[in-house]
């Protein structure tokens, strides 16, 4: 419902929204593919069916959405105008999955379940962004009350490679650096507001790339 909510909102403001729903496993690569194949047939019909030109694209992800987007542009290439990142999380299995400790505890198979990790691990995730992700123009978006988030280690990593070259109106009067912002409470908590802006033409707006 939130994201419905939040996806509503941008579409009315005249921008094209592309939403790829998937099935969440441990190989967080297979995923990325997954979603990368979902949304390349949509864009095709699109620009088939709807559109007369290409769009430039931004990709919206929340949490494991924000994983996905960073491991699709660091592990393929695409073009993307910009990402933004809200509540990025890329703690390990054990931290992010709600219960599975206590899962564990119960199941015959805790020995093998306890080596259980996401593919790629966090600190490989880290470092394939590191390494590969090309995208300059990027917005973090924290929440303060979010205990699984971790824009922090993920602002040092993109702030080292593009310092300057994002820009937002509303991160204007945000102290350094200007593309990471802080809102109280949560993801839900902060939607009603944010929905109230109004709305504009889409004459010529992006596509914009949400999972």
Not at 148 to 169: A, G, W
Request: glycine fraction near 4%; charge should be positive; hydrophobic fraction near 40%.
């Amino acid at each position: 419902m939130t994201y419905k909510l939040l996806l509503e909102a941008i579409g009315r403001r005249g921008y094209v929204i592309v939403a790829t729903p998937f099935v969440n496993t441990f190989d967080h690569k297979a995923i990325a593919q997954e979603v990368l194949v979902t949304f390349d047939q949509a864009v095709h019909y699109l620009e088939n069916h709807i559109t007369l030109k290409r769009l430039p694209i931004y990709g919206l992800g929340h949490s494991m959405g924000c994983k996905v987007h960073l491991l699709i542009n660091s592990l393929y290439e695409v073009e993307r105008a910009g990402n933004i990142l809200m509540a990025f999380n890329n703690y390990s299995a054990r931290r992010s999955i709600p219960f599975l400790e206590q899962v564990m505890a119960f199941t015959p198979a805790r020995e093998v379940m306890a080596t259980m990790e996401f593919i790629p691990s966090p600190e490989e995730t880290l470092e394939l962004i590191d390494r590969y992700y090309p995208v300059e123009r990027n917005l973090l978006i924290k929440f303060r009350k979010d205990e699984i988030d971790q824009t922090r280690p993920l602002h040092e990593v993109l702030y080292h490679h593009f310092p300057k070259l994002t820009s937002c109106k509303s991160c204007r009067a945000l102290t350094r650096p200007p593309w990471r912002k802080t809102f109280p409470g949560s993801l839900a908590a902060n939607l009603v507001p944010l929905m109230r802006s109004g709305s504009s033409s889409g004459k010529n707006s992006p596509a914009t790339f949400a999972s």
